[in-house]
């Protein structure tokens, strides 16, 4: 399994030349599907104008726009309601999911309802996130990133990763998402939790973890109490 957990999109060379490495190919030969589902549950992304933006590659932070061979939407809202068949052969065959942020539990909830995420262990495709679109793979997300309130609450992730983030820190546009602020977070995780900004990336390859950055970031590490 291949991640690229991104805060912020493809912002730079590093994060860019990691992705094609992953690819094993150029992104002009790749196949990508994107995935807009996690900016329908954000009150400050979608449905509407975002959502085009994301899907249409005129987004601002680039994954959809990088010139890839073809581009296709995967709407994981509509899967329940439409053949295994019509859906899986297209996933299992495609390059490179490109993920959108957005709600972080929101898309976690539309990731099993759909059967994607007991889909994803299995593929070849590199998945790429964005904001949100990296989270859903923590085991959590803790309190501070709770927004939409799936139907069991808690801020319970897919847990394919075995680690949290706290994505687009000291961002300009964000000023809750200080160094204070994520290790204030990072103090309630169970797991490690890294902190990254936008020019930062989590790599995960069969499980080991490589970060990529030509930003700033900081790893925390779980507290354990011993009884």
Known sequence: MKLLLTSGGINNKSINDALVGMLGKPIADSNALCIPTAMYGHPWVGPGVKAWEFISGKEANPMVALGWKSVGV????????????????????????????????????????????????????????????????????????????????????????????????????????????????????????????????????????EVVSEGHWKLFFALIVLR
Request: hydrophobic letters at 50%; a negative charge.
């Open 74 to 209: 995967l709407e994981l809202t509509a899967l329940p309601s439409i053949g295994e068949d019509r859906w899986m052969p297209l996933v299992r065959e495609t390059d490179v999911l490109l993920v959108a942020g957005g709600d972080a539990l929101y898309l976690c909830y539309w990731m099993r309802q759909s059967g994607l995420a007991d889909l994803l262990p299995s593929l070849q495709a590199v998945y790429v996130g964005m904001s949100a679109g990296s989270m859903v793979m923590a085991p959590s997300i803790g309190e501070f990133f709770v927004g939409w309130t799936p139907p069991n609450g808690g801020d319970e992730a897919l847990g394919l990763v075995d680690f949290a983030m706290f994505p687009h820190l000291d961002h300009e546009m964000l000023p809750h998402n200080t160094m204070a602020a994520a290790e204030r977070w990072a103090a309630g995780m169970q797991k490690p939790a890294y902190a990254i900004d936008d020019q930062t990336a989590i790599k995960v390859i069969d499980g080991a973890v």
